[in-house]
């Protein structure tokens, strides 16, 4: 099996505050890993680091072999937490716009997907609920062939039918020559979907494993493990 990342020793810190503490972690490639912590726990620190937004105070991180860097980026496809359109958009927009900025990036992909989450193409950004902005975000962010898609909180504030909507737009899409890394608390709705999970706690990996094993282990779902463990 090969890693796709392979993190070591990795700290951050704002000023005073540690948000990683000597995290060590490697992602296999092909898997769907689930990094569950709760609030302040370092999850989107990591992200961020891991996508070349933020650098590491100190440690060492290597995505598919290298630094994060040019390269590194180029196979990131990453969903933030927060939504990344102008407001004057349409959705048709939006399209041609991340068309124009990534070379992988599979136009009819995206239409498809846009077909699947049924969102109008001539709908301006500005009009879409939450739930249809994080569809459409998704979209995009699941249209490009990159080789690892990081989601940061891809369900968190939308309704539970759009919840499902997303997840199946997940599953449909994922192939398994790629890595995706999710961060979640809604540990329940999205359990099913992981491969591998990652217990995060002030910025270290306080559990991490197989989820099917540990489901076996612990005589219990994640979201029971997740309860026990942060509960
Ligand atoms: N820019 C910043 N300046 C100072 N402290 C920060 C900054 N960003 C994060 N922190 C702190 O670092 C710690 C980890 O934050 P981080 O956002 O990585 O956690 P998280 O697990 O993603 O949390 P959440 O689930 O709330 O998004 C927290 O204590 C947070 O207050």
């Given at each position: 099996m090969t890693n796709i990342i392979e993190i070591k020793g990795l700290s951050k810190s704002y000023l005073n505050k540690k948000a990683l503490n000597n995290l060590d972690l490697n992602i296999e490639k092909g898997k769907v890993v689930g990094i569950l912590g709760p609030n302040g726990s370092g999850k989107t620190t990591?992200?961020?680091?891991?996508?070349?937004?933020?650098?590491?105070?100190?440690?060492?991180?290597?995505?598919?072999?290298?630094?994060?860097?040019?390269y590194t980026k180029s196979i990131v496809s990453y969903l933030p937490d927060r939504?990344?359109?102008?407001?004057?958009?349409?959705?048709?927009?939006?399209?041609?716009?991340?068309?124009?900025?990534?070379?992988?990036?599979?136009?009819?992909?995206?239409?498809?997907?846009?077909?699947?989450?049924k969102l109008d193409r001539k709908a301006?950004?500005?009009?879409?609920?939450?739930?249809?902005?994080?569809?459409?975000?998704?979209?995009?962010?699941?249209?490009?062939?990159?080789?690892?898609?990081?989601?940061d909180e891809p369900i968190a504030g939308v309704d539970p039918v759009a919840r499902d909507q997303i997840?199946?737009?997940?599953?449909?899409?994922?192939?398994?020559?790629?890595?995706m890394i999710i961060t979640t608390h809604l540990v329940r709705d999205m359990e099913n979907i992981f491969d591998d999970v990652v217990f995060l706690r002030e910025g270290v990996v306080e559990?991490?494993?197989?989820?099917?094993?540990?489901?076996?282990?612990r005589s219990m779902q994640i979201d029971d493990l997740y309860k026990e463990i942060f509960g």
């Open positions: 990591l992200i961020k680091i891991i996508t070349g937004i933020l650098r590491q105070s100190k440690g060492e991180i290597l995505i598919d072999g290298s630094k994060p860097g040019v939504n990344f359109l102008y407001k004057w958009m349409t959705v048709e927009d939006s399209i041609k716009f991340y068309k124009d900025f990534y070379k992988d990036f599979d136009e009819s992909k995206a239409y498809e997907l846009l077909k699947f989450m301006k950004v500005e009009s879409l609920s939450k739930g249809m902005n994080e569809k459409l975000n998704l979209t995009l962010v699941l249209s490009r062939n990159a080789k690892i898609y990081i989601l997840l199946d737009a997940i599953i449909k899409n994922y192939n398994r020559e790629s890595t559990l991490s494993g197989n989820a099917e094993e540990l489901r076996e282990e």
